[in-house]
């Protein structure tokens, strides 16, 4: 089981939205279009949110947290994110950059200069941004040996990915670094580890402390949401569409924290929606959680043909009046997505609680409906 990339994020927004969510103004509600999708798509539970001008405008949940169980979800349950956790550790660097703590340009042999005569090939000159954009070489599959040693999850969060970095860097690049876009869950992870060091805490202490609790995300936290004991959170389903099994908490919910910085947060449908909505309003300047002039741009702007940011896919789209930023993310068990228009200051996300194809088109067309509903005059 690992961190999938499920989809081309750079990949156009639906171009002609799906017959029957157009509804009328006077019509339209957030629950019965999202109940409408859950059971074309066959997922356990859907949830959705639009955020427009810094307010949330809309935010639903249908469906039920477990398969075999009458639970119904909230508007306040949880949802596994996956890789939309990349932009986090992104932010998160770029608030140390910001600071004065590091450079963009930073290099692993400078972070780990007790590695650099262990260092496989050019590790020790491969950059914080090379990592965060994924041009850094990492390989884009874990290696087996180092893999199987995450999943004993032996220490404390930091330490497994420390471990995972260490034997990331003994072995050979996947391609020279600069050279060529690699997704890889694994260079997130030696990024996260790069933070860890310079700022001696552990990633985890950082989001929460740098990103959840400015934004107000009080429903956010790591891994699988919930308790094994009680149905109080929505499990994650694997499975096809017709035969989706439940996931209950635990070691086995979701990947090791050795990956932690490429995809492991979870939180409410609101709270996406917020964090989402930050990187749209784009706020800078004192108070705000960035300072420095060109930090946002340099968050958002896609290197290479691959129009990949950092935790972002760019595109531009007449809906968003400009550059849309997207994500998507799925551990195999949940399915999460978001949307951003930083021309129109909105964004709009969606989650299920299954990580299949059909959850996918789920979560696509709920946002569709979303953005036809909020952005009326600007959806073509």
Request: charged fraction near 20%; hydrophobic fraction near 40%.
């Amino acid at each position: 089981m690992r961190l999938e990339f499920t989809r081309q994020i750079v990949t156009a927004l639906l171009a002609v939205f799906t017959s029957g969510l157009a509804q009328g103004a006077e019509d339209y509600s957030v629950q019965q279009s999202l109940e409408a999708l859950r059971v074309k798509h066959g997922v356990p539970a859907l949830a959705a949110a639009a955020i427009v001008n810094g307010v949330i405008v809309d935010a639903g949940a249908v469906g039920f947290r477990r398969t075999g169980d009458e639970t119904r979800v909230t508007v306040n349950d949880r949802w596994h994110i996956g890789s939309c956790t990349k932009s986090m550790t992104a932010v998160l660097a770029a608030m140390l950059v910001d600071g004065g703590r590091l450079r963009w340009d930073i290099t692993v042999g400078e972070v780990f200069p007790e590695l650099r005569d262990k260092m496989n090939g050019k590790w020790a000159n491969v950059t914080l941004e090379q990592l965060l954009t994924h041009r850094s070489g990492a390989p884009g599959s874990p290696p087996a040996p180092l893999w199987m040693m995450a999943w004993q999850q032996a220490g404390t969060p930091r330490e497994q990915r420390l471990s995972f970095t260490y034997g990331l860097l003994q072995l050979p690049h996947e391609a020279p670094a600069g050279t060529k876009f690699i997704y890889s869950n694994q260079g997130y992870a030696i990024a996260g580890a790069m933070l860890e060091r310079t700022m001696d805490r552990p990633w985890e202490e950082m989001i929460k402390e740098r990103i959840f609790a400015p934004l107000g995300m009080t429903a956010s936290g790591f891994g699988s949401p919930g308790s094994a004991s009680v149905v109080d959170q929505p499990r994650g389903h694997v499975g096809k569409t017709n035969a989706l099994q439940p996931v209950e908490p635990g070691p086995a919910s979701d990947n090791p924290p050795a990956i932690g910085p490429a995809g492991t947060v979870h939180c409410s449908i609101s709270d996406l929606a917020r964090y989402a909505g930050w990187h749209a309003a784009k706020r800078i300047g004192p108070g705000e959680l960035l300072h420095a002039s060109g930090t946002w741009e340099k968050l958002h702007l896609p290197v290479g043909e691959e129009a990949y940011a950092m935790g972002w896919g760019v595109a531009e789209r007449p809906w968003a009046k400009g550059k849309a930023l997207s994500h998507s993310g799925s551990n195999t068990m949940w399915y999460a997505v978001m949307w951003g228009a930083p021309g129109r200051n909105a964004a709009f996300v969606a989650a299920a609680n299954a990580g299949t194809q059909d959850a996918a088109k789920a979560c696509d067309e709920a946002v569709s409906a979303l953005i036809q509903q909020h952005l009326r005059d600007g959806v073509q």
